[in-house]
Nanobody, 115 residues
Framework: HVQLVESGGGSVQAGGSLRLSCAAS????????AGWFRQAPGQEREAVAA????????IYTDSAKGRFTISQDNASKTVVLQMSSLRSEDTALYYC?????????WGQGTQVTVS
């Protein structure tokens, strides 16, 4: 049973930085995608960034490019989203997700508020 626990959310002023972390347990697969989604009040959940465990390839949505960096530690099954130059429109509940051939799991979310 895969479980994901996010941490690192909080409140920050515009232009500031935050580092989100996602710790996974129960992941036995070697190859999977891990990523971050976010959902603002009244909005649909949207993708932010993802990284492939096999080679570290990362993809970003246009809003994240140049400001956010996703990274991973395969040994500890941890995925980190480093966010900088934060804007008010980045305010949302951020979810970690991991998706392998035989599993898909979501975290409970961590709130990011930019004022």
């Amino acid at each position: 049973h895969v479980q994901l626990v996010e941490s690192g959310g909080g409140s920050v002023q515009a232009g500031g930085s935050l580092r989100l972390s996602c710790a996974a347990s129960g992941v036995t697969a070697s190859w999977y995608w891990a990523g971050w989604f976010r959902q603002a009040p009244g909005q649909e959940r949207e993708a932010v960034a993802a990284i492939y465990s096999g080679d570290g390839s990362a993809i970003y949505t246009d809003s994240a490019k140049g400001r956010f960096t996703i990274s991973q530690d395969n040994a500890s099954k941890t995925v980190v989203l480093q966010m900088s130059s934060l804007r008010s429109e980045d305010t949302a509940l951020y979810y970690c997700v991991m998706n392998g051939a035989l599993f898909k799991a979501w975290g409970q979310g961590t709130q990011v508020t930019v004022s």
